[in-house]
């Protein structure tokens, strides 16, 4: 089993800066990706960046050059640096994790940010 925990949210006015972090424990041989994704209420979660074993990251068009991923291998943990921040980027974001073929998620993090 693994378990994901987000921190990091909260609220901030437009232009403003977040740092979430998520932090994987369990049985975790080997991750394949691990990301965010994002949902606004009555909307579908949207993936918003991911990073592959290797190193790769994907941003989705909306936050490319505001938002940033980094991790730490060591102790399995995903970080994104949210700058200019803008209330479409309003909404609960969730740690994703794929390992040995299956996926996990975190309860998830609420970010709000006010016009």
């Known amino acids: 089993q693994v378990q994901l925990v987000e921190s990091g949210g909260g609220l901030v006015q437009a232009g403003g800066s977040l740092r979430l972090s998520c932090a994987a424990s369990?049985?975790?041989?080997?991750?394949?990706?691990m990301g965010w994704y994002r949902q606004a209420p009555g909307k579908q979660r949207d993936l918003v960046a991911f990073?592959?074993?290797?190193?790769?990251?994907n941003y989705a068009d909306s936050v490319k050059g505001r938002f940033t991923l980094s991790r730490d291998t060591a102790k399995n943990a995903l970080y994104l640096q949210m700058n200019s921040l803008k209330p479409e980027d309003t909404g609960a974001y969730y740690c994703?994790?794929?390992?040995?073929?299956?996926?996990?998620w975190g309860q998830g993090t609420q970010v709000t940010v006010s016009s």
């Open positions: 994703h994790l794929s390992t040995m073929g299956r996926g996990y």
């Open positions: 369990g049985n975790i041989f080997s991750i394949n990706l």
């Open positions: 990073i592959t074993s290797g190193g790769n990251e």
